[in-house]
């Protein structure tokens, strides 16, 4: 006996460290049924609006299929498609998102529908395996595309168009059991392996063109085949990917043709920082983590870690967007996170979840999951209108009056149909299982059954999670059952919004608590988990509760944009204040770093917003005559923001009254009677020149500006109504110039319009001349008093590659 006690102790923990080791896996998104507010409204609104507005929306994919087909299928006698890199794409994530739905319940005009989309994509696919319209009926441009057929994929987004096809076929075989897709999928997969890794006459020379893609996604979907098929070849490849890249080819250029853009700046198990396109970045990450658990490898894992937590520590949002730069849509130094001015695409936002969830499933530990659900919960759904067919591509923490609004579908309209496959698998972020270990993930109102040891689990949640903390669980296993069910302490919960080192909160943490059968459990948080590990039988109630009160925020002094500014969540969401519920322009407010505790919280129940809830808390705002005055401020939810009228918003408010502006936009403050110009670029304004805005220098961005972008080599011009006539004294101009494509123009001069309704250039004091000279104003002054009522400023640029931009024009009158 005593030789057999250390066996089978030496038994048992071998056993324990082989569940531990197991890997992790989401139960499926179709054996989850979802009753909750908001994403049960999402899958419906999905399968009503939102899918059907795609399709429509698609149709220039489609057609460019159907050409394709038609031009192989004449020989090359019927017309060629226009080119187009991405946007088969599009197509195919809306293919994916139908397929989803298809799994949850099936839908005969959604199969039709993609039925008639996959026959023509069977039908433009060559006998080879190749699928890319443009080179294979020549209708390309070569600058993007390169001359032929993966000559150019840093740009050319050949093996992320088909990446995206993976992805929609498996979930289509999966719903529907036909393989017609997957079978044009296998056959480009195994085309990509012998082009790439193996050689093919007809491609490169025959010499493998062994290179990774400019556009991460290949890898994804390549392990999607793999999970589907069980086909070790595409693992494989997916791996090879992985490790070529910043290996065999190494862009040397700049911008978006630098090597960091699409993170080839290092082997990526060398790489420690998050770089580049921000996007790319996260389908990247998502993939290493993928492949190590399915490989059991750890090859990446220390670049992870150093990656996510230089992510979480200097270079996320407090909503989860990542990619605060404009110009490469992407990451840029660390705690450079501007809150009017930034980016954060929604496809980030979406890659953000993914990623996370994976190093979740590779390594247990809730922090991840904590990150995917702030993503998810304030990023990914403000990126998705509450109407199901209205999108934001960026996302910005702050707004004036006349920010772009949401968008019924965009040129570039990866961000729709992103959300379009993300929302119906959100079903499937809810539950995972290790064994006989049951994991909550997300929480929402649900139910599902589980397969623990042979044991069928039927579980019940009821929560109104996001809005309530409080989630209670209703075990019904077939027979008494042992299992661990491990429950997500947030982080919210605790002394931090979000994991990582950027955020913190003001006050002391509440206190969760934890009742099983109605009896208060002790337990301890590791790796943000709480398990009770016990028999468990049909009726046992298992009841969270995470109080949700309003808590106030800030954040490192080292993040210029937030210093002395306070933003304020509830739970898991971020709250914002919209002009529309405040009288005005919301930038016109401070709070104390104590209103936190003075909120409050009531139901909304009429208009867009019913159903959710609004806060409203002591502040101060400064009124148009240079007074203040008390005032309650409304916030709502973050992802709920610009559903209603257009006007102001903001996250981040100031915490003096110095940080505060007065409304720029009070008709009594602005300066012109109006402003208009030859072109405006969409991401700009002429309202710019109204406001009473000092600029800091020309690369300014933390004000509004006008630029004349994309029009490159144009000459431009400003008009400027004045309230009434006047006689001008002077004239002051502020170029903008972001040392790129705007630039203070070549010439430029002002012109009068006369009594005869003619423009006159005007004549200017005999010393004076129109300088461009940056970071100050150019001031030039009539040759003698000018009475007028319009004016106009007109500008050429510096060359063909430039236009030209203002941030701020003044006038000088008499009286």
């Known amino acids: 006996m005593s030789t057999l006690r250390p066996f089978a102790a030496a038994l048992l923990l071998a056993a324990a460290a082989a569940a531990q080791s197991a890997p992790i896996h989401m139960v499926p998104f179709h054996e989850v049924a979802l009753h909750d507010r908001v994403w049960a409204e999402r899958v419906r609104l999905l399968r009503e609006r939102t899918l059907p507005h795609a399709f429509a929306n698609t149709e220039f994919a489609r057609k460019r299929l159907r050409q394709c087909a038609e031009w192989l299928e004449s020989g090359g006698k019927t017309e060629k498609p226009e080119p ?20 949850s319940a099936r839908d005969p005009a959604i199969e039709k529908d993609m039925d008639t989309a996959i026959d023509w994509i069977a039908r433009a696919q060559q006998p080879d395996g190749y699928l890319y319209v443009s080179h294979i009926t020549g209708a390309i441009t070569p600058e993007t595309m390169g001359t032929r057929p993966y000559s150019y994929v840093l740009h050319s987004h050949e093996l992320y168009d088909v990446g995206h096809l993976y992805e929609a076929a498996v979930a289509y075989a999966q719903a529907t059991g036909k393989t017609r897709l997957l079978d044009v999928a296998e056959k480009s997969a195994q085309h990509v392996r012998r082009v790439f890794f193996d050689g093919d006459p007809h491609y490169n020379g025959g010499n493998p063109v062994q290179q990774a893609p400019g556009h991460e996604e290949i890898e994804l979907g390549l392990v999607k085949l793999y999970q589907q098929t069980k086909k070790r070849e595409y693992l494989d490849t997916a791996k090879r990917f992985l490790d070529i890249r910043g290996v065999t080819f190494v862009p040397d ?43 059991g490898r750890d090859d990446y894992g220390p670049a992870l870690d150093a990656i996510w937590h230089d992510i979480v520590d200097t270079k996320m949002h407090l909503s989860g967007g990542l990619g605060a730069v404009h110009g490469i849509e992407g990451f840029g130094p660390s705690f450079v996170l501007p809150n009017e001015h930034t980016y954060l695409e929604t496809c980030a936002a979406v890659g953000n979840v993914f990623f996370n969830l994976r190093l979740f499933l590779k390594t247990g530990d809730g922090r991840f999951v904590d990150v995917a659900e702030t993503a998810l919960l304030d990023n990914c759904l403000a990126g998705l209108g509450l109407d199901g067919k209205s999108f934001f591509y960026p996302n910005p923490l702050e707004a004036q009056n006349d920010h772009a609004p949401r968008s019924a579908w965009f040129g570039t309209a990866c961000c729709p149909s992103n959300l379009a496959r993300l929302v119906p698998q959100v079903a499937g972020y809810l539950y995972a299982q290790r064994g006989a270990q049951v994991f909550t993930v997300l929480y929402a109102a649900s139910e599902t059954t589980l397969d623990v040891g042979g044991n069928q689990v039927h579980l019940t949640q009821q929560t109104d999670y996001p809005f309530d903390g409080r989630v209670a669980l209703q075990l019904a296993p077939e027979r008494e059952t042992k299992f661990a069910l491990s429950l997500r302490i947030p982080t919210w919960a605790g002394e931090r919004p979000v994991p990582g080192a950027l955020y913190h909160f003001l006050d002391a943490a509440p206190q969760w608590s934890l009742r099983v059968n109605g009896e208060v459990v002790e337990a301890t948080v590791e790796n943000g988990y709480v398990t009770l590990d016990r028999t468990w039988q049909g009726g046992d109630r298992v009841e969270l509760t995470l109080p949700m009160p309003v808590r106030a925020v800030t954040c490192r002094p080292e993040v210029e944009a937030d210093r002395d500014r306070l ?26 770093a104590k209103v936190a505790s003075e909120a409050t919280t009531t139901p909304i129940v009429d208009g867009p917003l019913t159903g959710l809830f609004r806060v409203s808390l002591p502040a101060r705002a400064l009124r148009a005559d240079g007074a203040d005055e008390a005032r309650q401020l409304v916030m709502i939810p973050y992802f709920a923001w610009s559903n209603r009228d257009r006007s102001s918003m903001i996250t981040w408010l100031p915490t003096t009254r110095t940080g505060a502006h007065p409304d720029l936009d009070d008709p009594a403050l602005l300066k012109f009677a109006e402003v208009t110009a030859s072109h405006t670029f969409d991401g700009d304004t002429t309202m710019a020149l109204q406001r009473r805005a000092t600029p800091k220098s020309s690369a300014d961005t933390s004000i509004r500006r006008w630029t004349s972008w994309p029009e490159q080599g144009k000459p431009q011009w400003v008009e400027l109504q004045l309230k009434q006539r006047r006689a001008v004294t ?32 005007v004549a200017l004091y005999n010393t004076d001349e129109y300088s461009v000279l940056p970071d100050t104003y150019n001031t030039v002054h009539p040759a003698e008093p000018l009475a007028v009522e319009r004016l106009r400023l007109v500008m050429t640029p510096q060359h063909e590659r430039t236009t030209v931009g203002l941030l701020s024009v003044q006038v000088e009158t008499e009286d």
């Not at 933003?567 to 104390?592: I, K, M, Y």
């Not at 972001?738 to 070549?746: A, I, M, S, T």
């Open 567 to 592: 933003a304020f969540t509830r739970g898991p969401l971020l709250l914002c204040a919209e002009g529309v519920d405040n009288g005005g322009a919301v930038q016109r407010f401070w709070v104390d």
């Open 84 to 103: 187009h890199r991405y946007v088969s794409s599009d197509l195919y994530k809306v293919l994916e998102a139908g397929a989803l739905l298809l799994q």
């Open 253 to 295: 250029g700049e911008g978006v043709n630098s090597a960091s853009y699409a993170q080839q700046h290092q082997p990526v198990a060398d790489q420690r920082t998050a770089q580049g396109h921000a996007v790319r970045a996260c389908y990247l990450y998502a993939a290493m983590a993928e492949v190590d658990s399915l490989t």
């Open 730 to 761: 002077a004239v002051s101009v502020y170029w903008y110039d972001d040392h790129g494509g705007v630039q203070v123009p070549g010439t430029w001069h002002l012109e009068a319009l006369s009594a005869d309704g003619q423009w006159h250039k």
